[in-house]
């Protein structure tokens, strides 16, 4: 769902802290394509009480209870769609209940990226998606998603996971990180690139900090 994509990686996971080297793969764990991962939960046991509130992410993902990668544990999580945000049509071997906690995402299950069949999901709105489904999604405008399931919770990017740290990166995109482009949200340097299939886009950090998401035939020199 990170994931940047989001998820969806670690769905897309991360929230703003240490930065993270991206693998190129199609299957992987499901930080392989968050900026940085966070834990909101102040590093609480399993049965200690917490209490989360919801607020302003900076990054990708926050980790609100367990381990997403550990085989039969709960986990509980948020991530931080950015504005323009596509999430590619992936799978997890896991069930994924997803709630929006602020903002609207769009949601759908499918193998292929079809942007007239996504639904709706406005604050509140709840999915759920079985273990081995392909699914896919959409952000226009910044959301928070919370996801909850029992690990491991990885992701099979059905058209492979392409970035800028690939040695061969120029093969999938038109431009390189720090390089200053325009977009119809605006001009920005790139901080980061996602291709997954024909999905294509950067990461934009824009003016006063602000991160965005623009598809590759959007980008162009300003």
Partial sequence: MTGRFILVAAL????????????????SAPMAAASGVTRADAGKGPRDHRIIPIHPMVGDVEILYGDPESAGEPFVLRVHELPGAIVPPHSHPVDENITVVQGTWYFALGSEYDRGALQKLETGSYAFAPKGSTMFGFCPDGAIV?????GPFRIHWHGGLRTLNDPDSRATFRFARGERVASPRGEGKIVEGYGSGRIIQYEIEGAGGAHFMASEEDVRKP
């Fill in 12 to 27: 897309a996971l991360g929230t703003g802290c240490a930065k993270r080297d991206v693998p190129s793969a199609a299957g």
């Fill in 146 to 150: 919370q996801v909850h399931g029992v």
